[in-house]
């Protein structure tokens, strides 16, 4: 994981956190492990980037690093403290892990929002301002005040959301109620892996949610070098500000690797959802649902009666989940619609759990097929057959209506080829390759249609934001939620090639649309900003939460000399020069060589002679005798 040198935001510090104080009982007194296990306890921070100011001789800093899940920060403005702490942590074997710097002047060489624990024994010169503001959503200032310490936490901000599901929450509308995510101007960190394994076969990615200050993903880690290698699935967990891998947990089996190129299968990023502090995921391709501590990855229970499970919701008050009777039931449906036979009808099961034990509450049976679209609003939840809108109770699974919504699907490309559901608390919206229909919730009575189409090879995009219901056309077209009437449209660019292969997503201020790289959309102005550098990954894109632009590894060739590759969470926001808090003549650091006349330049150290010239590699050729050699 790699941070830039902050991107500062213009214009005066607005400190959103509401700080508390309290005095807590001193650090007691014995091993330097038992004082950082004392202040992590004390602040309840459980992985993350931890910065350290006024680091002295770097004992605590080393043992704030409680495990792999931390990542920690020495600063120290006395020099001498900092060749101390360097050389104590080297001692250790922990540098990289934890690393040591020189603290100069008021400010702290972070962006925004990206730090997890500030402990400082004291603040010296740097206002508390300052700390809160690098300080993530949830982070904590700990600040030994007198014989005590002050803990302050840094409350989330009500601008930003979360992204629980796939489609962002349970009611299948991917629209995040995120008005600080905008234009990206600043990277806020960037993780491994830098490329996806392959173009031509299943995208690498298979599932993204975040929760909790958390980002959660399952990813195939193999070699790239060649897709053919077996796979080696994983889920894990990174800090949402800072990228920090917290934790990692294999998945058994997954979608075969081999499978081709845009053929899905639309279920796989449903089969991830998060709330709180709990993680729902299938940990294999027939697996149960797993509930798994967000912080550690611990598993808390199985839901026993959800194997072979196709998507997962998470409501208010309980886990909804759609099951399969049939292992490898998607494999065997697509390979079957390939060789130009029709699926045979698959026994379905929709299954209601208690979201924290796993305690199944009610199953219903169903004997049609199913797509992945369960969603959920207000107590209700919907599932469409290829004949049928249903309707039913959440808290008890007895079905209130059906409606007659036959499907129009070219049935060529089974793997991810899937209606669009979208409910709120009027209407559920089927939208197809040809049409959509809106139904009241109520009673499924027809309220109006329309003309709708699939993405590039992707389902159809449907965003309920405001009054409207938008649509991805020749531009994006605005209906009116009531009678389904055109009131907007707004003309989108296209780029000089097709569009990415997979959903658009939206905020309630922005449509972020995957023509060739990520086109944001004001809904406002109509305005269109293009960045052709940025694109997210085949099958599943992108996603908008925390304030932040995710962009997932890629596979892709386009653009090669101008995108980015890698893990990236993009901050919007103008870039300014320089560290927040510094003045340009601060950044400069005096060695003791400074302002000294050097009469012969030739180096005086020779890493011929040097005790660790067989492991360090210095310069480019090695040495000052330029040996290319060890």
């Known amino acids: 994981m790699r941070c830039r040198a902050p991107a500062h935001r213009k214009g005066a510090l607005v400190v959103l956190a509401a700080m508390w104080a309290f005095c807590l009982p001193a650090v007691a007194a014995g091993s330097e492990a038992d004082a950082a296990r004392e202040i992590l306890d004390a602040t309840g921070v459980q992985g993350g980037l931890v910065v350290h100011l006024g680091c002295g001789d770097g004992t605590l800093t080393a043992a704030l690093r409680a495990g792999d899940a931390y990542l920690v920060h020495g600063l120290d403005a006395d020099a001498a403290n900092v060749e101390k702490a360097r050389a104590h942590v080297r001692s250790l074997g922990l540098y990289g892990q934890v690393a040591v710097d020189r603290l100069t002047g008021e400010g ?163 089969r991830l959802a998060a709330k709180g502090d709990l993680v729902y995921v299938t940990l294999g391709i027939d697996a149960p649902v797993s509930i798994l501590d967000a912080a550690t990855g611990r598993t808390l229970a199985v839901c026993e009666a959800t194997g072979n499970a196709r998507q997962i919701l998470r409501l208010d008050d309980r886990l909804v989940v759609l099951v399969d009777t049939r292992p490898q039931a998607a494999e065997q449906e697509d390979s079957q619609v390939r060789r130009g036979q029709k699926p045979a009808p698959g026994a379905r099961a929709i299954v209601a759990a208690d979201p924290s034990s796993g305690k199944t509450l009610w199953r219903k049976q169903i004997e049609s097929f199913v797509h992945p679209t369960l969603a959920a609003k207000a107590g209700r939840l919907f599932y469409q057959t290829k004949e049928n809108l249903v309707c039913l109770d959440a808290g008890t699974g007895k079905e209130l209506w059906r409606s007659a919504v036959v499907l129009d699907l070219t049935g060529h490309e089974a793997g991810w080829e899937s209606p669009t559901l979208v409910a709120d608390d009027a209407a559920v919206y089927c939208a197809d390759f040809k049409k959509i229909v809106a139904c009241s919730v109520q009673d499924g009575s027809l309220l109006w249609r329309g003309a709708s189409r699939a993405g590039y090879n992707s389902p159809p995009d449907v965003f309920v934001v405001g009054n409207l219901v938008w649509l991805k056309g020749k531009g994006m077209v605005g209906l009116d939620r009531a009678t389904g009437e055109v009131k907007r449209q707004i003309p989108t660019v296209g780029g000089y090639m097709h569009h990415r292969c997979y959903r658009n997503k939206a905020t309630d201020r922005f449509f972020l649309l995957g023509d060739q790289g990520v086109q944001l959309v004001d809904l406002a102005s109509g305005d269109v900003w293009l960045n052709h550098w940025i694109r997210g990954t085949c099958q599943y894109g992108i996603m908008p939460a925390n304030g932040l632009l995710y962009l997932p590894p890629h596979s892709c060739a386009c653009n090669m000399k101008t995108k980015l590759a890698g893990f990236w969470a993009l901050a919007p926001g103008a870039a300014e020069k320089g560290k927040p808090g510094s003045r340009p003549g601060q950044r400069l650091e005096k060695g003791p060589a400074y302002g000294s006349e050097i009469s012969n330049l030739k180096s005086q150290i020779s890493n011929l002679e040097s005790e660790i010239s067989d492991t360090d590699w210095p310069v480019y050729r090695h040495d000052v005798a330029r040996s290319g050699m060890t």
């Open 108 to 270: 702290l060489p972070y962006v925004d929002n990206l730090v997890n624990l500030v402990v400082a024994e004291p603040l010296g010169g740097v206002p508390m301002a300052e700390v809160m503001r690098v300080l993530a959503p949830g982070g904590v200032a700990y600040v030994r005040k007198g014989g005590g310490w002050s803990k302050t936490v840094k409350p989330r901000p009500s601008r930003i959301d979360e992204w629980t599901h796939y489609l962002h929450g349970p009611d299948n509308n991917a629209v995040a109620h995120d008005s600080v995510v905008g234009v990206p101007r600043g990277m806020q960190w960037l993780g491994e892996p830098k490329f996806a394994r392959a173009h031509e076969q299943l995208a690498s990615l298979g599932a993204c949610v975040t929760a909790g200050g958390r980002l959660f993903y399952v990813i195939d880690e193999a070699p790239r070098t060649d897709i053919r290698f077996p796979s080696q699935w994983f889920l894990v967990a990174r800090d949402a500000f800072n990228g920090v891998v917290l934790w990692k947990r294999p998945v058994a089996t997954w979608v075969d690797q081999l499978r081709r190129f845009r053929s899905g299968p639309a279920e796989t990023a449903f």
